[in-house]
């Protein structure tokens, strides 16, 4: 099991912009081993609420919310990682475990009760809360990510382009999904992960970004088509 506390920033940017700050960034962080052929392939299913709790909270500013997951990055994958983050403001906490495929699809399917076979109390957690307030899938979300790291206070920095989903196939495992484009025009979204705070030259990129922070996470963006609701 993973634990990842940091905090987070989310900008909404162009092509121009992306290539623009990846190319600042290649002088002095280092690309994601992951990277080494290029942008790499993200997938992650969403589990929400029968109501949508999860979204509506995020929707409506909720200081403290949570988004649960199952994340793979390739199809053919024999296990998918199990995720839940909250956050609360910039501050973020990810915890993961990695799950094999078979049980992956179990939950998939609303066989919670797989999760009583970890001896684990994030497991007994993730069973308590998805049983109690009836979580199904929701949106499979996919996208082309660029990662930068560096090791001082933890920065990671993802450019995730490309991004399409689906409110109708939760196969997680399929190579065939049908997925919408999230956006009409060509958007990347921009994140800056941390611990502590940020180094002198990134800081003054993004303050030179000439884009504010956004606070709409791309599984709010994926459900625009399902819960008609329209972003730029």
Not at 18 to 43: E, M, P
Not at 69 to 80: E, G, I, M, N
Not at 145 to 157: D, E, K, L, W
């Amino acid at each position: 099991m993973n634990i990842v506390s940091r905090q987070e920033k989310k900008y909404l940017i162009n092509l121009v912009k992306s290539a623009q700050l990846q190319s600042y960034f290649s002088h002095f962080l280092t690309l994601d081993s992951n990277n080494a052929k290029g942008a790499y392939t993200v997938r992650s299913l969403y589990f929400d609420s029968i109501d949508d709790r999860d979204f509506h909270e995020k929707e409506e500013g909720v200081e403290l919310r949570r988004k649960i997951r199952l994340r793979v990055y390739d199809p053919d994958s024999p296990y998918a990682m199990l995720e839940m983050k909250k956050k609360q403001g910039s501050d973020q906490l990810k915890r993961s475990l990695p799950i094999p495929r078979n049980d992956a699809q179990r939950l998939i399917e609303g066989r919670y009760d797989v999760l009583l076979h970890y001896d684990l109390p994030f497991a007994k957690e993730l069973y308590a809360i998805m049983s109690m307030y009836l979580y199904r899938p929701k949106a499979i979300v996919e996208y082309d990510r660029i990662a930068y790291c560096a090791r001082s206070n933890n920065i990671r920095i993802t450019f995730d382009a490309n991004i399409r989903a689906t409110e109708s196939d939760f196969d997680l495992f399929s190579k065939t999904l049908n997925l919408y484009p999230v956006f009409v025009n060509d958007r990347v979204v921009l994140e800056v992960k941390y611990d502590g705070y940020l180094l002198s030259p990134i800081k003054l990129a993004l303050e030179r970004c000439d884009q504010s922070e956004i606070s709409v996470g791309k599984y709010s963006l994926s459900r625009s088509v399902g819960l008609r609701y329209v972003y730029g």
